[in-house]
């Protein structure tokens, strides 16, 4: 037995809440940005994944006019800084409604560091920096995506391993429903499994 939903009868918010609650979990983009005025904006963004490969495209959602939206249309430039376990806090704290105009850095108490490919500064302490040229944007409704073509890519050398992140370094946050947030927790392998070596289903084997 399963209980219906439908969009068209429940208010905006209340369907909204459960979109959020069963699509999960969703990885953060901790979107710094510039604005016209030189005040840097730094703010944590759950609708977030990547668009295209070749080119490298990352893309994430605004839901309303928010200031990192408005910066992105004035500069064409933005940061994806990784979200980590360890700086869960500060995430949380850069995400308050804040008056525009304000520093969510200085607000937060989180430091900066230039870019090198783009002008809005990257979280100095986030492992992974992905500085992102505009590549287009689409209007949806009360939302805007921005596709950002990936122009350079920081990533700190203690989450390396073979030249590779590793996952159990990077610690990602993640967000879920209500003012939920997921960790790592238990991490599986599983390789993609050929045609040519195909069984049939797990289950039956």
């Known amino acids: 037995m399963r209980t219906d939903f439908d969009p068209a009868v429940l208010p905006r918010n209340e369907f909204y809440r459960l979109?959020?609650?069963?699509?999960?979990?969703r990885p953060i983009a901790w979107v710094s940005t510039i604005g016209p005025d030189g005040v840097a904006n730094l703010a944590p963004h759950s609708f977030f994944t990547i668009a295209s490969v070749a080119p490298p495209v990352v893309q994430f959602t605004s839901v309303g006019r928010k200031d990192?939206?408005?910066?992105?249309?004035?500069t064409g430039e933005f940061v994806v800084n990784l979200a980590?376990?360890?700086?869960?806090?500060?995430?949380?704290?850069s995400?308050?409604?804040f008056p525009?105009?304000?520093?969510?850095?200085?607000?937060?108490?989180?430091?900066?560091?230039?870019?090198?490919?783009v002008e809005p500064p990257r979280v100095a302490a986030s492992?992974?920096?992905l500085e992102c040229e505009v590549y287009s944007t689409l209007g949806i409704g009360d939302s805007t995506i921005?596709?950002?073509?990936?122009?350079?890519?920081?990533?700190?050398?203690?989450?390396?391993?073979?030249?590779?992140?590793?996952?159990?370094?990077?610690?990602?946050?993640?967000?879920?429903?209500?003012?939920?947030?997921?960790?790592l927790g238990e991490v599986r392998e599983m390789g993609r499994i050929r045609y040519a070596d195909?069984?049939?289903?797990a289950g039956g084997r």
Do not use: C, Y
Request: charged share 20%.
């Open 19 to 25: 979109l959020t609650a069963v699509v999960v979990p």
């Open 68 to 74: 990192s939206l408005r910066n992105i249309e004035a």
């Open 84 to 93: 980590p376990e360890g700086m869960f806090e500060q995430i949380n704290d």
């Open 95 to 97: 995400a308050v409604d």
């Open 100 to 117: 525009h105009g304000t520093s969510e850095f200085e607000a937060a108490g989180i430091t900066a560091e230039p870019s090198l490919r």
């Open 127 to 129: 492992p992974v920096a």
């Open 146 to 183: 921005v596709f950002g073509r990936v122009v350079h890519a920081a990533v700190a050398q203690n989450v390396l391993v073979d030249g590779h992140p590793e996952i159990t370094r990077l610690r990602p946050l993640s967000r879920l429903g209500k003012n939920e947030w997921g960790t």
């Open 198 to 201: 195909w069984q049939g289903p």
